[in-house]
């Protein structure tokens, strides 16, 4: 059963502008990039559903992240069908992340207040998943959708509209400031808080430092 309302979940998102993604196979490995994200600041994290047994090593990481990190919101992307969206509920996910949009999905996070985050494309999509009941919306890959240009250009006609980019964001100042003088309401960032070095050596501090820069950067964007 998820802790925090979809409303908190919104909330958070929109007060700590980012989103950090990350999966990996080995449980010991997220457990010590979720802390490392923690410590950095970071409120809210999107497990990536991926690879074989992925719901198995969600199941253990959100247990201890419980008990380890109680003020994270642990939530899951890459989602795309109703019954990995009811696994992962039902698995204590506070939120669902897709690259699409599905209505199949919308009914069951809907049916359990989850917030549900689609990945849209247009104004169509944007204004179906409104329909659908989606607080924020996703834009993947931002970058390739059209950048900030894109999100500017749809808070024009929309500016009800709360997005998250995903794809093209990185932890830079110019990059970030970018984003959200478009208008954004937060970004999802993986690799770049995450590349292999810092994994391959287990220096998460080095994740730490980048999420702790993030949050200065936003703080800044934002005052």
């Known amino acids: 059963m998820a802790r925090f309302s979809r409303i908190e979940v919104a ?12 999966y990996n196979k080995d449980i010991e490995v997220c457990k010590q990039v979720v802390k490392a994200c923690y410590e950095g600041g970071a409120r809210v994290f999107e497990f990536t559903n991926r690879g074989d047994f992925a719901t198995l090593v969600f199941e253990k ?16 992307g ?6 990995t969206t009811a696994i992962y509920i039902a698995l204590g996910a506070n939120f669902i992340v897709s690259p699409i949009v599905d209505e199949g999905m919308a009914k069951v996070c809907n049916k359990r207040k989850i917030l549900w985050s689609p990945g849209c494309g247009s104004v169509t999509e944007i204004t179906k998943a409104h329909e659908l009941g989606a607080e924020i919306v996703k834009i993947f890959p931002g970058s390739q959708v059209g950048g900030s240009g894109f999100v500017k250009a749809i808070l024009g006609p929309m500016p009800w ?5 995903t794809g093209g964001v990185t932890p830079t100042e110019e990059n970030l400031k970018e984003w959200f003088n478009a208008g954004v309401t937060c970004v999802g960032m993986g690799s770049q808080l995450f ?14 430092e980048l999420v702790a820069k993030v949050m200065e950067i936003l703080h800044k964007l934002k005052t």
């Open 161 to 165: 509209a709360s997005i998250m980019p």
């Open 11 to 22: 909330q958070k998102m929109a007060e700590t502008g980012i989103v950090p993604v990350f």
């Open 78 to 83: 890459s989602v795309i069908d109703e019954g």
């Open 61 to 76: 990481l959100n247990q201890w992240v419980i008990k380890q990190c109680p003020d994270m919101i642990m939530g899951v």
């Open 195 to 208: 590349p292999p070095g810092i994994i391959n050596n287990k220096d998460y501090s080095k994740t730490t």
